[in-house]
């Protein structure tokens, strides 16, 4: 199976960028599509964004659209996550997940990672 773990998060100022990396070992990357979740203290895990083996047209939530563009290197079996413009709402872990579909929601999960700290400072 797929063992997923992100890297990248820390203490930045709003505004600032961040660049979040999954690394995966195991299974069979190239044929998950890797997802984006981020949970605030007391909130539910939401979705951030998703991608395809081939990269195409990736999906993000309306909250990071325009800020936030997620790519994969398939031969590093790796996902990243380049946050710009951020804001202190986008304080959160970060997770990453192997999915079974190319939507928003997390009930397709198979495999999480095991998340990394992002916090915004205003």
């Known amino acids: 199976q797929v063992q997923l773990v992100e890297s990248g998060g820390g203490l930045v100022q709003a505004g600032d960028s961040l660049r979040l990396s999954c690394a995966a070992s195991?299974?069979?990357?190239?044929?998950?599509?890797i997802g984006w979740f981020r949970q605030a203290p007391g909130k539910e895990r939401d979705f951030v964004a998703a991608?395809?083996?081939?990269?195409?047209?990736?999906l993000y939530a309306d909250s990071v659209k325009g800020r936030f563009t997620i790519s994969r290197d398939n031969a590093k079996k790796r996902v990243y996550l380049e946050m710009n413009s951020l804001k202190p709402e986008d304080t959160a872990v970060y997770y990453c997940?192997?999915?079974?579909?190319?939507?928003?929601?997390?009930?397709?999960?198979?495999?999480w990672g095991q998340g990394t700290q992002v916090t915004v400072s205003s």
């Open positions: 997940a192997a999915k079974r579909s190319f939507v928003s929601g997390s009930g397709d999960v198979d495999h």
């Open positions: 195991g299974g069979t990357f190239s044929s998950y599509i």
């Open positions: 991608i395809i083996w081939s990269g195409d047209t990736p």
